[in-house]
């Protein structure tokens, strides 16, 4: 090669090293932007904390296939979510807690950590009441995220108080205890509310921390404290029943299953 | 003579006053013969996708396994066989994480299949981008379109190394975040989003901006399997006897610099990793010049040849 | 509307007078923007829909809707505080398919039963009803036709298909839904004190030092008052709770003292309890003497079973034989006295007279209850197969001495289904009055056996009006001549216009559906065929030929399914209407909005249907197959139109004008200023200017005087009453009944009076039985009765292992008809599901969420597996709700009864569980 060829290629080499790096300055923030967490982005249960976890996610969708109740989707760029990884949203599809995690073992990179075996040790999410809008706190009989708290009287505890308001009522506060809650958005799901009063969040963007130079006096006070598919009933008795000919009519001429007589069960 | 008249040249080999070029022929069973290999291309394209559609949507089992579980980024075959993008599983080690056991089986299984077909024959036989791009190409070529401006084709390894490097400074797996191959193949399986505008934006490119545009120049995954393929075992075989440089391979090639006379002819073969094996030029050959082959097989012939010299 | 959308009005309005009565404070801004928003609303006080707690409720209307609902916080019940059902009252009139039409199954253009559903007019739905009840009346007479209520009827309601269809058609067959919750409860006030209806009130929960809840899950069943009893618990730091249970449910949280117990052995715990009171010699003698007397029963009297098994599945055969004989086993031999017949086959001989009763010695009481020492019943009741015996037995010595140890103390029991859907429910009523008799305390702040109701109007509407099959008006009985008579007059009847003959119960009528006995049922606010047992054979029954149902309700719901005909009904503010809740207090709202579409409140429907009938058609001579009572003649009902012509009817009169529109009535005009310019549709409908609901309360009223004293109709709806307490005497309403100073019908001196003039001259004899028939009166006393521990038919084998028990969660209502169609309600818990123990669920291979089949003898439905559900089952054991209209868990339950009250148990049902 002459002189001016090498020098050519000398040129040549240091324009694409240039133009790579100026792509790399362009797909970096895109990169990151993608990549960083969201507060609603909940995981998988046994996901390993979101920086390796985002590490080594592959994006293949097998956990989503895992799931029994279609907990799980992958994210588009539109969501919420850090695109193609696995996340639910509790308001909709909350994770449902199995015994025998079967999302985990399917994980072919590890994203979602083949030792965790215990779903009661999941830590997806804290959950956070809203104490204003809360039912329970505010007087009425509710508790309903407490009642079907997998973990409950450990995640959800019930902090029973006088309420000076009516003087002979009290009123059962759930408190949310963040040694025990996995995240799972059970509750969630469930609170009556229009806009859900519990809700849960990454723990990064809900938990505190004490300074390392205040060393509290009596351990174990200082807690967190904060103050299945439903659908509109009507549409799942009378799905596509528009042309019915008065309300009613339509479900009570169905035919099939309980026609006449009764679900499935003849003795 | 041209460079390329030189380069088409064969010692002692006369050039042809008449040379014939491809016709495509009238009678449809002439014309699936021509378009044999587009249509086994598409059909595994197809079929992949469908495979995966068909588990997730429909619980597809054979041997009471789910059939095809997972994305082309990763799967599980019956539930047993893990089968992983080697090139997401590279980014993820350049990121210096390693992932578990199955990832890197599947990886590894995954490779060794292709290292065997030739790695790019992902990007003709796989890749559901491919029939995008394809698309795009056929489309501009009708309508007469012209490249905006020509970048070499080399870039694409410097993307590789890129997403490489990338993926070591960012500490996640560079290329996955953005890839436009992984978001088709993911949202057709898993549900659409508006990250598939990166999909468009290929087709828009290939056929308006750049012809191969993503391709034939950016894509460093189809570099990853240029660099595999090097050591396909199957290859399109040149018989440079018959050759008449009619010239109508290179027209149809969607890599024109692998199809080398040349080379082809010294090596009796098309060499390049950067072959993807697609066939193109195999039907097109007026004088059935090239053919696939067994490299084994190929390295004999042509062993033979080179001991009783040439034919004509 | 201001800017704001309604959306921000309720919240903020809510969230403003919630807030304050929950002693949040809210910001001035906020409040402003409500009272703003609030400017074009009205609102009015209410009440709950849902159960018998009977919370006060405002309810806000504008153009025509209910925008805005809130705990009333003058309410002395809740005093602005609901739970999460009552929170949502105002939406469940609002769901997507409510019934706005009625429909009829038609072919060609002509009823036919194996037609679809059609929507007609009212005129066609109710003159085909009229036919077809006329058809099988005129065939087979009054005991073929059967009106089925409900304790969420209203007052006004159950008033008017009770005269209709006692006064009007003769017929006795008038039975609530009510059957199935309270009944056992009845029957144990008329045996104990001679009056329904519980002597205590909700005052009692502030003030007793001890609570015991036996076998019920008030935490979710009556969610504000749990409120109110953990609230005491908290103020109060010397008060306890003790849970008496099968299972561990919510109340066991706050409980001081949990004791788990087999089925059916609290019968021996009571027992127990009360031969501790009697070895310490704790009994209150000098209560005891002056104010009450000892009495028992007969004890093979069979389990409410029909006495053949020609209607049963195979499958059920061998339970339903236990009607007929029982094996009694060792621990019953022992506990009725008989050790030498543990395991022996038992004639169920007295199944014929399973209410009779007779006065016993005090002696003889004390024999009865001998056999129940300690260790006796504690090894019988321990249900916990993990606590040791020795646990039990300190819980049981733990409960006696809450009961026994400080005469200071005051203690109030509470119950409601799981003492009352039992098959020996009576028995336990009776027994857990004893408790409180033997000590005196009763009746008075803070002492007493308070009695749950379970629906909104069970008390006000099914009891005190008399739905039932077997009453009259405030506590008086058909089968009494004197009741009938009193009745009559009020009611401007000729004599013997009333049938003597107590008609079918709810469940006799449904198996008279399938027997053949009864054709033609009309259910008003009722979802019967998902909510009785064993509906099996109640699906089948009513799709039979012969037969024909109406159903009214609001909407579609399982029961329309296997109906003829359903009618649109409105719902509670689309209608003027009482309740009368668990504490005697009954309460009233205005109608506030419209009714949708074509449908109508139930009394509309009752009063039109009244007009198709001429007093010719219904008071001539009927036949009364069986009928053999004094005065009349044998197997009919006399003709009484001559008697009515002398009263001044005409023949050609309809009932509507005879038992209705009567002179009297229509003297109260419509409109009423005490209706404040709201509507009436039942008013409007009828179009006679007279206003219904008022006239008939008045008419009514004159029962209740001398011991359910109602005040004047007008007195309920002024603006400051929140409800009213009865008996109410001179303006003031009464708290404590039976006790000097609390009930003004007890005379300075008495002390105490129970002046229940039912069942008050009884034989007399020993615990085998009656030695002297001749009744002897025992004005002012109650009785304290004697009940053996008994079992139940279907005991766990082999083949059905585990014993279903049902009941409700605080999420939902009943069946689920409109707590469901609430989607904040139906999210909080979309499906019934199946609380299983983890141990039994593991040895069957199922784990949580799995879904399983669960049978029994009579059918079997899937479930989902619920291992950590909010009840904690014990082994042996499962448990599911029945609201959920694709999880029918009364297919599986069995219609074995308290034979006193023939209220059904749907606790004990052997079932097996195993995966789908």
Redesign the interface.
Known sequence: MSATDRRQFLIRTAQMAGAAACAGVLWSPLVRSQAKASAHALRPPGALPEEDFMALCLKCGQCVKACPFETLKLATVADDAPIGTPYFIAREIPCEMCVDVPCVPVCPSGALDREFTDITKARMGLAVIDPEICLSMRGLRCEVCWRLCPVRDKAITLNIVHNEGTNRHVRFEPVINSEHCTGCGICEKACPTEESSIRVLRHKFVQGRLGEHYSPSSDGDFKLQDVRRGTDIAKELNPGDKKQAAPGAGYFNRRGGRDGIIPGSTP | MTEKQKDMAVPGKSVRAEIRHFQMPDTLGGKLRVWRFLIARRFIQVSILVLFMGTLHYGWTLFNQLVLTGNMSSSRLFGVIPLSDPFAVLQVIASLQWPHMDALIGAAIVLAVYLLLGGRVFCAWACPVNMVADLANWLREKWGIRSMFIVPSKTRYWALLLTLILSFILGVAAFEWVSPIAIMHRELIYGIGLGFIAVLGIFIFDLLVMARGWCGHFCPLGAFWSVVGRTAQIRVAFDDASCTRCGDCVKECPEPSVLSFKEAAQHGMVRSGECTNCGKCIVVCPENSLSFNLRACIRSNSALRSEHGSTS | MTSLSR?EFIKTSI?AT???????TVSQAALAQANAAEAGWKWDKSVCRFCGVGCGEQVATFQGKIVAIK?DPDAPV???????K???NGRILY???????P?MRMKGGKFDKTG????VSWDQALDEIAAQFKRIYKAKGPSAVAMLTSGQSLVSEGYITNKLIKAGFRSNNIDPNARLCMASAVVAFYQCFGVDEPANCYDDF?LADTTVLWSNNMAEAH??L???V???R??DKNSRIINVTTYRN?CS??ADLEILYKPNTELAIANYIAREMIERNAVNMDFVNKHCIFATGPVDIGFGMRPTDKFA????KDTLAKQLNYTIDKYEAIAQRRPEMAGKSVEQKDAGRADAHWHITFDEYKRGVAPYTLDFVAELAKGDPAESLDAFKKKLQQLANYYIADKSKKIVSLWCMGANQHVRGVWFNEQIYALHLLLGKYGTPGNGAFSLTGQPSACGTAREIGTFSHRLPSDMLVANPAHREKTEKIWKLPAKTLNPRVGTALMIALRGLEDGSVNFVWTQTVNL?QSTPN??HW??AA?KPENFVVVADS??T?S???ADV?L?AAMINEKWGMFGNAERRMQCWRQMVNAP?QARPDAWMMLEFSKRFTLKEVWGELPLPGLKVEGFPENKLPSVLEEAKKMGYNENMTLYEVLFATPDNKKFKWPDPIAKGMENSVVNLLGDGWFVEKALFEEYRPFTFGGHDLAPFDMYYDDKVRGLRWPIIDGKETKWRFSEGNDPYVKPGEGFNFHGKLLKAIPSGDLDGVKDTTPKPLPGKAKIFFRPYAGYPEKLDSNYDLQLCTGRI??HWHTGSMT??V?????????AMLDMNPADAEKRGL???DVAWVET??????MVVNT?G?NKVLPGTIWAAFFD??V?VN?LTLDAADPLSLEPDYKKAAAKVYKA
């Open positions: 959306r969230a919630t807030a304050a009565t929950a002693g949040f705990g809740n005093r602005g505080l609901n739970c999460i009552g929170y949502f769901g997507e398919d409510r019934l706005t039409q429909l679809d559903f059609v929507p502030e969610p504000i749990w409120s109110r953990t609230d005491h908290l103020t919510l949280d706050i599945f195979p499958a059920e065929w509906t099996n699906l089948k799709r909407y579609p399982l329309g399914k296997v359903v649109p579409g605080l999420e469901r169609r989607p904040e309600l139906h999210r909080t818990a979309p499906t784990k949580h969420q003898r009579r059918g079997k439905i899937k950590r909010r209209e694709g029918q297919q």
